[in-house]
């Protein structure tokens, strides 16, 4: 377990330095104790962060989190050890910051520009009235040029017709030119950096799922799904610099606790893809094409109950017969037997009851006498089956399984001691209390001399 260097003033902060010294990474660990190394205002610098900077920053989130006019809210634990992992974890978040000697770093004070001095411009001179063309001919006309009488014009009148009006094709024409000569290229639009581009096309392929996106010791969700996952699930919403004019929002979730959320999530009714770094993704929850349909040996046991489906189907597996289902509990209800699970491969266990095969005659007899009908295979995947019905004449008398010269037990496990017993004694040794595990132990050692004392 890593060691922190960091200073504690509360209870609250000794809680959340307890909790980072836990689940912080050795990397995190490293960023918690060193800093990190940004680059600010030209300079490079050591960006360090402490307890008191997110008791500040945990305020601020708790602030987003509560209702409008409300003076208080509720945040549990697991949020805020979440606020604290990415508080220390996040880069672009500002704590402390020291010059590479150590001395804390001092941001220069913004310069203001003198503004130039006016200087008095006068007004430039105003164009002279356009001469007519008699005030140019007076104007050029020689002094001693002789005087020619005046010739009279005739008066000109505003009852010239004016130009025609352009027709409706002509005024068209006219405005797709000027359109056509006032269209500029389109701008280029930025594309994003090389991560965002990446997250981007795993979320265009699967459009109905929140893509997130393993980044370090985070899985990151992005834009608007990152809004709508922080909200269902409560957790702190920050930006990210994805190369554009405007942060993207962005919601990171720790490695270490990823399966919490993402499970969260799920039973939300949210559709999750988590990529690693290398792109390869997992959809949860599976499709349904894709979802398990149980263990190979499950299938076989289905596909048999199918082809009988007035039988109850047992299927040997090694040294018992094994019933799964709603047939074991049909099975195990009428001869009153234990009903356990087993793990199929499906989400839940499957309901199963099962017995040794040397009593399997027994409970056959036992199950048709009540009206029952078995189909028995010897192995999954064998294709032959005995039917046990009820109109069957089966073997009543129990088969004694004999372990030395006056010691034999019977088909329901039970040991009797021919020398002891007498009808009105109980039997020597009853095997009935034991689980299937020890009869199957039991089971192999038929035909051999055992100590039972």
């Given at each position: 377990?890593?060691?922190?260097?960091?200073?504690?003033?509360?209870?609250?902060?000794?809680?959340?330095?307890?909790?980072?010294?836990?689940?912080?990474?050795?990397?995190?660990?490293?960023k918690?104790?060193?800093?990190?190394?940004?680059?600010?205002?030209?300079?490079?610098?050591?960006?360090?962060?402490?307890?008191?900077?997110?008791m500040?920053?945990?305020?601020?989130?708790?602030?987003?989190?509560?209702?409008?006019?409300?003076?208080?809210a509720?945040i549990?634990?697991?949020?805020?050890?979440?606020?604290?992992?990415?508080?220390?974890?996040?880069?672009t978040?500002?704590?402390?910051?020291?010059?590479?000697?150590?001395?804390?770093?001092?941001?220069p004070?913004?310069?203001?520009?003198?503004?130039?001095?006016?200087?008095?411009?006068?007004?430039?001179?105003?164009?002279?009235?356009?001469?007519?063309?008699?005030?140019?001919?007076?104007?050029?006309?020689?002094?001693?040029?002789?005087?020619?009488?005046?010739?009279?014009?005739?008066?000109?009148?505003n009852?010239?017709?004016?130009?025609?009006?352009?027709?409706?094709?002509?005024?068209?024409?006219?405005?797709?030119?000027?359109?056509?000569?006032?269209?500029?290229?389109?701008?280029?639009?930025?594309?994003?950096?090389?991560?965002?581009?990446?997250?981007?096309?795993?979320?265009?392929?699967?459009?109905?799922?929140?893509?997130?996106?393993?980044?370090?010791?985070?899985?990151?969700?992005?834009?608007?799904?990152?809004?709508?996952?922080?909200k269902?699930?409560?957790?702190?919403?920050?930006?990210?610099?994805?190369?554009?004019?405007?942060?993207?929002?962005?919601?990171?979730?720790?490695?270490?606790?990823?399966?919490?959320?993402?499970?969260?999530?799920?039973?939300?009714?949210?559709?999750?893809?988590?990529?690693?770094?290398?792109?390869?993704?997992?959809?949860?929850?599976k499709?349904?094409?894709?979802?398990?349909?149980?263990?190979?040996?499950y299938?076989?046991?289905?596909?048999?109950?199918s082809?009988?489906?007035?039988?109850?189907?047992?299927?040997?597996?090694?040294?018992?017969?094994?019933?799964?289902?709603?047939?074991?509990?049909?099975?195990?209800?009428?001869?009153?037997?234990?009903?356990?699970?087993?793990?199929?491969?499906?989400?839940?266990?499957?309901?199963?009851?099962?017995?040794?095969?040397?009593?399997?005659?027994?409970?056959?007899?036992?199950?048709?006498?009540?009206?029952?009908?078995?189909?028995?295979?010897?192995?999954?995947?064998?294709?032959?089956?005995?039917?046990?019905?009820?109109k069957?004449?089966?073997?009543?008398?129990?088969e004694?399984?004999?372990?030395?010269?006056?010691?034999?037990?019977?088909?329901?496990?039970?040991?009797?001691d021919?020398?002891?017993e007498?009808?009105?004694?109980?039997?020597?040794?009853?095997?009935?209390?034991?689980?299937?595990?020890?009869?199957?132990?039991?089971?192999?050692?038929f035909?051999?001399?055992?100590?039972?004392?």
């Amino acid at each position: 377990m890593p060691k922190l260097n960091l200073e504690t003033k509360d209870k609250a902060q000794e809680l959340i330095k307890a909790y980072l010294e836990t689940n912080a990474s050795d990397v995190l660990a490293q960023k918690i104790n060193e800093g990190v190394r940004i680059h600010k205002d030209g300079k490079t610098l050591v960006n360090k962060k402490t307890l008191d900077g997110f008791m500040v920053y945990a305020a601020d989130e708790a602030k987003k989190t509560a209702d409008k006019e409300a003076n208080s809210a509720y945040i549990d634990d697991s949020t805020v050890y979440g606020w604290a992992i990415h508080y220390f974890e996040e880069d672009t978040v500002e704590g402390t910051l020291y010059n590479e000697d150590g001395a804390e770093y001092k941001p220069p004070k913004p310069v203001t520009p003198a503004k130039p001095a006016t200087t008095y411009t006068p007004p430039a001179p105003k164009p002279k009235p356009q001469m007519s063309l008699f005030e140019l001919i007076e104007e050029q006309k020689p002094e001693n040029a002789p005087n020619v009488p005046e010739q009279k014009t005739e008066e000109v009148t505003n009852d010239t017709p004016p130009d025609e009006e352009l027709s409706a094709e002509e005024q068209r024409e006219i405005l797709e030119e000027i359109a056509a000569n006032d269209i500029e290229s389109p701008a280029v639009q930025p594309q994003g950096s090389p991560f965002y581009q990446r997250y981007m096309q795993i979320q265009n392929k699967y459009p109905d799922h929140i893509v997130a996106f393993k980044r370090g010791e985070f899985y990151e969700v992005l834009g608007k799904n990152a809004e709508w996952f922080a909200k269902e699930l409560s957790l702190p919403l920050s930006e990210r610099d994805c190369g554009f004019l405007e942060r993207v929002p962005m919601v990171g979730v720790p490695i270490h606790a990823v399966d919490i959320y993402i499970a969260k999530a799920v039973q939300k009714g949210l559709k999750i893809a988590v990529a690693d770094s290398l792109g390869e993704v997992k959809e949860l929850p599976k499709p349904a094409a894709e979802q398990s349909k149980g263990s190979s040996i499950y299938q076989q046991y289905m596909n048999a109950q199918s082809k009988y489906p007035d039988y109850i189907v047992a299927y040997r597996l090694g040294d018992f017969y094994e019933i799964f289902g709603e047939k074991a509990k049909q099975f195990a209800c009428e001869l009153d037997l234990t009903l356990t699970g087993r793990d199929c491969g499906l989400p839940e266990r499957v309901p199963m009851v099962g017995f040794p095969c040397h009593a399997a005659n027994t409970y056959f007899v036992k199950a048709v006498n009540k009206g029952l009908k078995v189909a028995v295979f010897d192995s999954p995947g064998d294709n032959s089956i005995e039917l046990y019905e009820p109109k069957q004449a089966l073997p009543t008398e129990p088969e004694k399984h004999w372990i030395d010269e006056k010691t034999y037990i019977d088909d329901d496990g039970i040991v009797h001691d021919i020398e002891t017993e007498t009808e009105e004694t109980a039997p020597a040794f009853d095997m009935s209390a034991f689980d299937t595990e020890a009869l199957a132990m039991l089971d192999e050692l038929f035909g051999e001399i055992i100590d039972l004392r």
